[in-house]
T-cell receptor, first 116, second 114 residues
Framework: NAGVTQTPKFQVLKTGQSMTLQCAQDMNHNSMYWYRQDPGMGLRLIYYSASEGTTDKGEVPNGYNVSRLNKREFSLRLESAAPSQTSVYFC???????????????FGPGTRLTVL | AQSVAQPEDQVNVAEGNPLTVKCTYSVSGNPYLFWYVQYPNRGLQFLLKYITGDNLVKGSYGFEAEFNKSQTSFHLKKPSALVSDSALYFCAVWENTGFQKLVFGTGTRLLVSP
């Protein structure tokens, strides 16, 4: 049981390049999330998927797109990377279907992205 | 409005001593509160949560937290610190107004010295 896995672990992009961050969970969870972590700002929600087949914007969605490929996988795409998107990106999942405050979110190891 | 605050950037404690990492919150109604720990170059690991019920919540690795409604606090505690407890600790609260979301504090670095 690997929990939440993310690829790649590290990535360096040039401004304007695109890339997709991959996330998968093997806990049969219904909800999945993408966060970014910046120094002194805690974690901020980019997008979430409250169930298979649905996606919704979080508090900082600009410059990103997501795809809930199936119940296990939730990818985050940067279409045209900008230096402001330099950050550590975390994927998370939780058991409940629907966006539930009482649900525990379980996090992946993160992707450290640098945009030059 | 800030929903959760961790007033200390860093807490230093000697191994074997009790530790406290502070968290205060400001949401309306009954809060859902969480503690996570982050080790270097790792993701966040869930420690414990308070949803309802007993104000003293026990979690992983010997940690516990006390929910205090009158002081709007949810401090993380451990009776005897280990060097391996050194990490970054995040408090989080479910923001239940406006755009509902899990709001994280800025983190407190715990350093346990031998």
């Amino acid at each position: 049981n690997a929990g939440v896995t993310q690829t790649p672990k590290f990535q360096v992009l040039k401004t304007g390049q695109s890339m997709t961050l991959q996330c998968a969970q093997d806990m049969n969870h219904n909800s999945m999330y993408w966060y970014r972590q910046d120094p002194g700002m805690g974690l901020r929600l980019i997008y979430y998927s409250a169930s298979e087949g649905t996606t919704d914007k979080g508090e900082v969605p600009n410059g990103y797109n997501v795809s809930r490929l199936n119940k296990r996988e939730f990818s985050l795409r940067l279409e045209s990377a900008a230096p402001s998107q330099t950050s550590v990106y975390f994927c998370a999942s939780s058991a409940g279907a629907g966006y539930l405050g009482s649900d525990t979110q379980y996090f992946g190891p993160g992707t450290r992205l640098t945009v030059l | 409005a800030q929903s959760v605050a961790q007033p200390e950037d860093q807490v230093n404690v000697a191994e074997g001593n009790p530790l406290t990492v502070k968290c205060t919150y400001s949401v309306s109604g009954n809060p859902y509160l969480f503690w996570y720990v982050q080790y270097p170059n790792r993701g966040l690991q869930f420690l414990l949560k308070y949803i309802t019920g007993d104000n003293l919540v026990k979690g992983s690795y010997g940690f516990e937290a006390e929910f205090n409604k009158s002081q709007t606090s949810f401090h993380l505690k451990k009776p005897s610190a280990l060097v391996s407890d050194s990490a970054l600790y995040f408090c989080a609260v479910w923001e239940n107004t406006g755009f509902q979301k899990l709001v994280f504090g800025t983190g407190t670095r715990l350093l346990v010295s031998p």
